[in-house]
């Protein structure tokens, strides 16, 4: 871990663990979150809500990007979270059927402004965006269905 909470840095990596030799855990997160904590575990429970077997995973993609939590319903990623000093990053891939979901439903205009400005690949649209409240959180749930219902 690269930083305490609340404490800016400059980090190498997106995500706040960067360390690839250590693999974050309960503690460490609780630590880097603080209040956010109930915020990334109600995002978690939401998932594993929704019917599908949840399971996430901790991992490591490059020194760039550092640890991410992968959060799947089956084998299916919903979304990635992404740990920050007291916040963390939702980060979501949608194919082409889901931005027009997403674009046409009741999502805050900055996250479909997110979406129209992500690069179209053919795995989908990359975009993420900070979840520092519960209002963040409402955004991401609405993009969670979006995601599952497809």
């Keep these: ?6 404490k800016e840095v400059n980090r190498m990596s997106l995500s706040v663990f960067d360390d690839k030799t250590v693999l974050p855990d309960n503690e460490m997160l ?3 979150l603080a209040d956010s904590r109930s915020l990334w575990d109600d995002a978690i429970q939401y998932v594993g809500s929704l019917g599908s077997a949840m399971n996430g995973q901790w ?5 760039k990007a550092g640890w991410s939590h992968v959060v799947k319903s089956s084998e299916r990623t919903i979304l990635y979270l992404i740990p ?4 963390f990053k939702a980060s979501f891939v949608l194919g082409e059927k889901a931005v027009d979901l997403a674009l ?3 999502l ?10 992500a690069a179209p690949y053919v795995e989908g ?9 519960k209002t963040d959180l409402e955004a991401a749930k609405k993009l969670i269905d979006i ?3 497809g």
Aim: charged share 35%; net charge positive.
């Design 1 to 6: 871990m690269s930083s305490k909470p609340g």
């Design 30 to 32: 609780t630590q880097v």
């Design 59 to 63: 991992k490591y993609y490059s020194k």
């Design 84 to 87: 920050q000093d007291a916040f």
């Design 104 to 106: 046409g439903g009741d």
């Design 108 to 117: 805050p205009e900055d996250i479909k402004e997110l979406i129209r400005q």
């Design 125 to 133: 649209r990359s975009f993420m965006f900070d979840i520092r409240t």
């Design 147 to 149: 995601k599952n219902s």
